[in-house]
T-cell receptor, first 115, second 111 residues
Framework: GAGVSQSPRYKVAKRGQDVALRCDPI?????LFWYQQALGQGPEFLTY????????KSGLPSDRFFAERPEGSVSTLKIQRTQQEDSAVYLC?????????????FGNGTRLTVT | TQLLEQSPQFLSIQEGENLTVYCNSS?????LQWYRQEPGEGPVLLVT?????EVKKLKRLTFQFGDARKDSSLHITAAQPGDTGLYLC???????????FGGGTRLMVKP
C-alpha cells in the first residue's frame, strides 16, 4: 500500500519505560506531522517537520517527548519515562507540500497504553 | 491558540433522518476542513472550504463555511448506517501549515 504506515499498532508500557513510535510517510511527502488523540477527543498537534527540519514543536507536552526525522523520510516519536497521562493514540500524517491545498494523509495510529 | 468547538458531541439518529453538525470558533481561519474517522483508523479528509460563505456538496453531505470564516456546518441528508463515525472539523492557521482540530462529533446511525 502507498499510505502512511505506523508501527507498532499497539504498545503497552509500564510507567517509567521509554517508548519509540515509528512513522513511514507516503514516499516523496515533504511535510510530516505528529498528533496525539486522547480517547473520545479530536487530535492535538504535537510537532511538524518539513523534510528533516523540525519547524514546530510547540505541541510537545513536555521535554520527555522528542521527535526526529533525520533523513527527511521516516520519523520517530520517542517518549521517555512514560506516564499514565501519555496513554493515547499517536497519529502521524504526511503531505506533499505545505498549505491548505496539500491535504494530510493520516496513518492508523499507534495506541499507547501506560500501566 | 485557535480553538474549535464542535456540537453536538454525540448524536444518535435513525436511518433516513437529517442532521447538522456545527463547528465554531472565535478565531478566523484561512480555511476549514472536515474529516471522518472510523474506529482504529486515522481521519480521512472529506472536504476543504476556503471562501467565506462557500457551500460544497458531497453526495448527501453539504458543507458550509461561515461568512466570517469562523464557523462551519455539516449537514447530512437521509443518514445511513454507513455514515456512522467521528466527524472532525479542522482549521488552518494563516500560514496554512498547521491544522487545529475540534473535539469531534460522534455520530451513530441506527438501521
Amino acid at each position: 500500500g502507498a499510505g502512511v504506515s505506523q508501527s507498532p499498532r499497539y504498545k503497552v508500557a509500564k510507567r517509567g519505560q521509554d517508548v519509540a513510535l515509528r512513522c513511514d510517510p507516503i514516499s516523496g511527502h515533504v511535510s510530516l506531522f505528529w498528533y496525539q488523540q486522547a480517547l473520545g477527543q479530536g487530535p492535538e498537534f504535537l510537532t511538524y517537520f518539513q523534510n528533516e527540519a523540525q519547524l514546530d514543536k510547540s505541541g510537545l507536552p513536555s521535554d520527555r517527548f522528542f521527535a526526529e526525522r533525520p533523513e527527511g523520510s521516516v520519523s520517530t516519536l520517542k517518549i521517555q519515562r512514560t506516564q499514565q497521562e501519555d496513554s493515547a493514540v499517536y497519529l502521524c500524517a504526511s503531505s506533499s507540500g505545505q498549505g491548505i491545498y496539500s491535504p494530510l494523509h493520516f496513518g492508523n495510529g499507534t495506541r499507547l497504553t501506560v500501566t | 491558540t485557535q480553538l474549535l468547538e464542535q456540537s453536538p458531541q454525540f448524536l444518535s439518529i435513525q436511518e433516513g433522518e437529517n442532521l447538522t453538525v456545527y463547528c465554531n470558533s472565535s478565531s478566523v481561519f484561512s480555511s476549514l476542513q472536515w474529516y471522518r474517522q472510523e474506529p482504529g483508523e486515522g481521519p480521512v479528509l472529506l472536504v476543504t472550504v476556503v471562501t467565506g460563505g462557500e457551500v460544497k456538496k458531497l453526495k448527501r453531505l453539504t458543507f458550509q463555511f461561515g461568512d466570517a470564516r469562523k464557523d462551519s456546518s455539516l449537514h447530512i441528508t437521509a443518514a445511513q448506517p454507513g455514515d456512522t463515525g467521528l466527524y472532525l472539523c479542522a482549521g488552518h492557521n494563516n500560514a496554512g501549515n498547521m491544522l487545529t482540530f475540534g473535539g469531534g462529533t460522534r455520530l451513530m446511525v441506527k438501521p
